[in-house]
């Protein structure tokens, strides 16, 4: 085997091992990113449940009624408060945080006059796949039967606590599969070392 030869096995080596060194460095440092990306992700949502509970005494029947009664305008449907309050009455079909009297004494009042309770709280027939107002006219003006009497605090909480537990159950399911995503990128990171 003559010189030239043995020099270019060295070199073909010395970049080998160079080429391996940096694909472990690169492993290296993707799984201390990966680590700490689902570790701030976990952080994140631990937080949120924390919080969740925390504040869990804050959302109750006063705060939604005084809240209804300052920002909601009816008919703006630009204003994020209003819509997301009229799309919940007419998904649950109710009206109001207690019922139609949440209105009496309200911003939507003070705009709409001669309206009792908004659009939103009418009753509608299902007709072909669309929804039309069994008589708007006579809902507006305060007609009990054409409106939607029940509220909505106590529509939306039986919903959710319908759901609530497979809400918690699946949270408990995601947290525990990202706290195994982080304990294997410290063993694999361990076995690198």
């Known amino acids: 085997m003559g010189q030239g030869e043995a020099s270019a096995r060295g070199t073909t080596m010395e970049g080998d091992c160079l080429s391996c060194i940096k694909y472990l460095m690169f492993v290296f440092n993707f799984l ?45 449907n630009t204003d994020v408060f209003t819509s997301t309050w009229n ?25 709409n006059h001669n309206h009792m309770v908004p659009e939103a709280c009418c009753q509608r027939a299902s007709q072909t796949g669309g929804l039309a107002y069994i008589s708007q006219e006579h809902c507006l003006s305060g007609n009990m039967m054409l409106r939607n009497n029940k509220g909505c605090y106590s529509a939306v909480v039986d ?35």
Do not use: W
Request: hydrophobic letters at 55%.
């Open 32 to 76: 201390i990113f990966f680590f700490m990306l689902i570790l701030l992700i976990f952080l994140a949502e631990l937080a949120a449940a924390i919080l969740a509970f925390i504040f869990r005494e804050h959302l109750t029947r006063e705060y939604f009624t005084k809240e209804l009664k300052r920002h909601y305008q009816g008919y703006n």
């Open 87 to 111: 799309a919940i009455m007419t998904t649950f079909d109710c009206c109001g945080v207690n019922s139609p009297e949440d209105f009496k004494d309200s911003l939507f009042k003070l705009i």
């Open 159 to 193: 919903y959710f606590e319908l759901y609530i537990y497979v809400a918690g159950a699946l949270a408990i399911v995601v947290l525990t599969i990202e706290l195994f995503a982080m304990v294997f990128a410290m063993c694999l990171f361990r076995g690198i070392q």
